[in-house]
């Protein structure tokens, strides 16, 4: 398994700002993933973090919304980018370690914009 | 393309009693499959896992889920519900190929007292 950190763990935002989520993880992992939780929903995957490229994105999210960057093994970062109330959600890392199947989630960032 | 389908948003059940949330997946190859569980204000912890071995699979705190391959299900039971188990449970489909999850839609369990 996996130790993971997620900073800040909540926040409350201004519509119209950015924020930075941060993900550390404490050893190195194979896979980085960013999931967001919209209020009272599951779970939707937004990117892949690739460690040294661009992200791979799901249909619906693009890199100008959500800018990643992964520059090793353990670090990632998801910004959240002029925000507005709709993306008040949860937003979450997973890794994956070595090559098991199992994902292992952060805490989870709560974000709340006004 | 995969998918996983939780056939009930809601469930309550008395303590002590049985607990059954109800899983069904759709995939074109052989599937890995997931049950996490979320407390209220608190991140995602696996309960179980089923990647082509046993299809009876135990997880922690009491809880196993049978992978049948002939009704595409994999149902997560426990045998007496404790007033802790209250939470939201996810059921999820992994591709072996990028690792990535899709998730179900979710079951909230209820536990009376």
């Known amino acids: 398994s996996a130790v993971i950190s997620q900073k800040p763990s909540r926040d409350i935002c201004q519509r119209g700002t950015s924020l930075t989520i941060q993900c550390q993880v404490d050893?190195?992992?194979?896979?980085m993933f960013w999931y967001r939780q919209q209020p009272g929903q599951s779970l939707t995957l937004i990117a892949t973090?690739?460690?040294?490229?661009?992200?791979?994105?799901e249909s619906g999210f693009v890199i100008d919304k959500f800018p990643i960057s992964r520059p090793n093994l353990t670090f990632s970062t998801l910004t959240v980018s002029n925000m507005s109330p709709e993306d008040s959600s949860i937003y979450l890392c997973?890794?994956?370690?070595?090559?098991?199947?199992?994902?292992?989630f952060g805490p989870g960032t709560r974000l709340l914009v006004l | 393309a995969q998918s996983v389908t939780q056939l009930d948003s809601h469930v309550s059940v008395s303590e002590g009693t049985p607990v059954l949330l109800r899983c069904n997946y759709s995939s074109s190859y052989s599937p890995s499959l997931f049950w996490y569980v979320q407390h209220p204000n608190k991140g995602l912890q696996l309960l179980l896992k089923y990647t082509s071995a046993a299809t009876l699979v135990k997880g922690i705190n009491g809880f196993e889920a049978e992978f049948k391959k002939s009704e595409t299900s994999f149902h997560l039971t426990k045998p007496s519900a404790h007033m802790s188990d209250a939470a939201e449970y996810f059921c999820v489909v992994s591709d072996r190929r990028t690792y990535k999850y899709i998730f179900g839609t979710g079951t909230r369990l209820k536990v009376l007292a």
């Open positions: 997973s890794v994956v370690v070595g090559s098991e199947e199992t994902q292992y």
């Open positions: 973090a690739n460690q040294g490229s661009e992200a791979t994105y």
């Open positions: 050893s190195q992992v194979t896979m």
